[in-house]
């Protein structure tokens, strides 16, 4: 059975550049998260969908990001415009209820 | 809020012995699950193990099983007979099970094994 899937892997812009990170949940899922890791704050939960109705988006940054999830099988973060600060790993994950979260292999984003 | 707490930055352990990493948890909710993942140096983050707050029995996946004392609210992880290829990080998480989902993650810890 097919992971969590994300695109690109490895993402690297320049400042003030649109930013477009993408994610497809495991099959039958209803929950989707948005994670950030960084060496100084650890794993950051940013967002998390369930049916693809937002629930809880308190751990967005600012309003640079922004998180669609236009159906059951994809979901992207969005970051207008990308800040150095923004360089991180980015982890999609996504669960069947209250069960496990399984993760994606993450985006290494790098804003010069 | 839930807080875990991982006191162990880095560990070492010789190759084919036992490790515990430790994990304490600071919850007001009754209804919990407690979770390890390991991301190994390629980044990925990998499920491990699962207990749930109502659990009786310490849960057990292969090499790996938690030893869940509720009263102490503690959750270490066990690793027996480590492998080279067990050297990761290693992280402790929780979700309550009342009102939401999210997972909360400790600071992580750093198994390094040795041959």
């Known amino acids: 059975d097919a992971g969590v899937i994300q695109s690109p892997r490895h993402e690297v812009t320049e400042m003030g550049q649109e930013v477009t990170l993408r994610c497809k949940p495991i099959?039958?899922?209803?929950?989707l998260f948005w994670y950030r890791q960084t060496m100084m704050r650890g794993l950051e939960l940013l967002i998390y969908?369930?049916?693809?109705?937002?629930?809880?988006d308190s751990g967005m940054p600012e309003d640079r990001f922004s998180a669609k999830m236009p159906n059951a099988s994809f979901s992207t973060l969005k970051i207008q415009p990308s800040e150095p600060r923004d360089s991180a790993v980015y982890f999609c994950?996504?669960?069947?209820?209250?069960?496990?979260?399984?993760f994606g292999p993450g985006t290494r984003l790098t804003v010069l | 809020a839930q807080k875990i707490t991982q006191t162990q930055p880095g560990m070492f352990v010789q190759e084919k012995e036992a490790v515990t990493l430790d994990c304490t948890y600071d919850?007001?909710?009754?209804?919990?699950?407690l979770f390890w993942y390991k991301q190994p140096s390629s980044g990925e983050m990998i499920f491990l193990i699962y207990?749930?707050?109502?659990?009786?029995q310490n849960a057990t996946e292969g090499r790996y099983s938690l030893n869940f004392q509720k009263a102490r609210k503690s959750a270490n992880l066990v690793i027996s007979a480590s492998q080279l290829g067990d050297s990761a990080m290693y992280f402790c998480?929780?979700?309550?099970?009342?009102?939401?989902?999210?997972?909360?993650f400790g600071a992580g810890t750093t198994v390094t094994v040795r041959a």
């Open positions: 994950a996504s669960s069947h209820g209250t069960d496990t979260q399984y």
């Open positions: 969908f369930n049916n693809n109705v937002p629930i809880d």
């Open positions: 919850t007001s909710d009754q209804s919990y699950g």
């Open positions: 099959s039958g899922h209803d929950y």
């Open positions: 998480a929780m979700t309550p099970r009342s009102n939401d989902y999210k997972l909360s």
């Open positions: 207990q749930g707050s109502y659990d009786e």
